[in-house]
């Protein structure tokens, strides 16, 4: 296994590059993006991201059988973070594309923002959300050090996760309804923001990610 290099799992769905290019920019000294099993398995850290539909996502991630190199890291102490819809993919069930199976990792369901959604004073939001929002860290841990509470990190979706075990949200957001923003369990960290378009908190994130350990 090499300690320094991170793997970007890939199915074919998502800003990969990007990704990986915030990782390198962030202190990564060798990210390799592959759908390799053993090069997966052989990284030190692992990446599991995602943009584009979940029913298309969910496809690729069983086709390429991305589930069980997932499942395997995620039994060891393997550092892992989701982004986006690497972290809806995680959980039981999505609303979307009239509802799509999920990985089940993480009970809890994928939601629909809404249409009409509307703020706290009435006022329409856009769907879907795209923009700055403030994360609220819910509980320390070694993700969060080096970012303040209440810093702005960047979405771009129209679901949102809503965990059944309250205990795994480890930060949150509000826009017309409330977001978990960030789940946490053991050696997976899980993010609905994107921390490659989030400037300086998150190439914070992905620093912390580079040296997490791997436990909270």
Not at 12 to 41: I, Q
Not at 93 to 103: A, P, R
Request: aromatic content about 6%.
């Amino acid at each position: 296994m090499s300690a320094d290099q991170v793997a970007v799992i890939d199915y074919g769905m998502g800003n990969l590059h990007s990704v990986a290019s915030a990782l390198e920019h962030a202190g990564a000294s060798d990210v390799l993006v592959t759908d390799d099993h053993k090069l997966v398995r052989e990284a030190g850290r692992v990446v599991f991201p995602g943009v584009g539909a979940m029913r298309d996502c969910m496809a690729e991630i069983k086709r390429l059988r991305c589930d069980e190199i997932l499942r395997e890291l995620l039994r060891q102490q393997r550092p892992v973070l989701a982004i986006c819809v690497g972290l809806q993919a995680l959980m039981s069930s999505s609303e979307e594309n009239n509802g799509v199976d999920c990985l089940d990792i993480i009970p809890g369901e994928v939601r629909f923002l809404g249409e009409p959604l509307l703020d706290s004073a009435g006022q329409r939001l856009k769907v879907p959300h795209m923009g700055w929002n403030r994360v609220r860290q819910q509980r320390d841990h070694p993700m969060w050090r080096g970012i303040e509470q209440d810093t702005r990190f960047y979405f771009v979706h129209s679901y949102y996760v809503q965990a059944r075990q309250r205990s795994l949200v480890a930060g949150s957001t509000e826009y017309g309804v409330s977001i978990d923003a960030a789940l946490s369990r053991s050696n997976l960290f899980a993010v609905q923001f994107h921390p490659e378009k989030s400037h300086t908190a998150g190439l914070q994130l992905l620093r912390n990610f580079l040296s997490w350990s791997g436990a909270e």
